[in-house]
């Protein structure tokens, strides 16, 4: 059986400075992000040498004023554990002590809280259960634990509601594109629109139609997404879903990836 013909070598970018910068608004239980995810995975495998991503978290202000929950025998206690206290706040705020520990492990974290919380419905809004999201991501808990209460942690998610409000985002999704030419405004959009239409921004960014590149070796891209679908990897690869899944099939039986079954879903890892 011939086998199919993903890379062995990454393709280098041949733009280091890179002309677009996009500012992509987040708010980690926001199910219309997640839809957008797969949107953004695409773009950064077919045109991700023309752009940098920045990604800022951010939450309705309705949920800021929450009042957190505490187990009944907490309620009069000054001290209290912070792992039994529940708030919607809580996952944006993880997601930022997550950084504290590297970009690919804050993008590895917030994929699987959303892979939690809308695939296995899990409630993200428990801290405990954010420390055992942290434990599957293979993060330190004690470290992300102790940045999620402290000041510095504080700041960085203060930071982000300040260009959220400096960029008068008010929903979720939301991207701000830039461009080099700073007489240039920026372009936003709020939402989600066909894979098409972010091309075609690109296109009027660049002021020229953005070439593809080469799609990287599998497991450059396990190594940016943690996690990948059949169908996402026939897409970057251009193959069908059968031819997907056989491949996947091979890589299991060698033992190089792992089978993750959630909720009826199919997800693919590297072991």
């Known amino acids: 059986m011939t086998r199919i013909q993903i890379p062995a070598e990454t393709i280098a970018h041949s733009l280091i400075n890179k002309p677009i910068e996009m500012y992509i ?3 980690p239980l926001c199910s219309a992000c997640w839809d957008l995810q797969p949107i953004i995975r695409k773009l950064q495998v077919e045109y991700g040498q023309y752009f940098t991503v920045r990604t800022v978290l951010s939450t309705q202000i309705s949920k ?9 025998e907490q309620i009069l206690k000054t001290e209290y554990d912070v792992s039994e206290i529940e708030h919607p706040v809580f996952p944006t705020i993880a ?8 970009k690919k492990a804050a993008i590895r974290y917030f994929n699987k809280l959303q892979e939690h919380l809308f695939l296995k419905t899990r409630n993200v809004t428990s801290f405990s ?9 293979k993060i330190d808990v004690k470290e992300f634990t102790n940045d999620f209460q402290s000041k510095e942690c504080a700041r960085s998610f203060q930071n982000d509601l300040s260009i959220t409000s400096e960029m008068e985002v ?14 240039d405004e920026g372009i936003k959009v709020s939402g989600i629109y066909p894979y098409e239409i972010y091309v075609q921004i690109l296109s009027e960014m660049l002021y020229e139609e953005p070439k593809k590149q080469q799609p990287p070796t599998l497991e450059k891209l396990f190594d940016w997404f943690h996690s990948l679908s059949t169908s996402e990897i026939a897409c970057y690869y251009n193959i069908s879903e059968q031819q997907a899944e056989r491949e ?23 072991k």
């Open 25 to 27: 608004f987040l708010d």
């Open 64 to 72: 800021l004023n929450t009042v957190c929950k505490k187990p009944k």
């Open 95 to 102: 997601v930022k002590a997550a950084e504290f520990q590297g």
């Open 129 to 137: 259960v954010l420390q055992d999201l942290a434990n599957e991501v």
């Open 170 to 183: 008010t929903s979720f999704p939301s991207i701000v594109f830039f461009n080099e030419n700073i007489e």
């Open 248 to 270: 996947m099939k091979k890589r299991l039986l060698l033992q190089e990836v792992e089978r993750v079954f959630i909720e009826g879903n199919v997800l693919w890892q590297l």
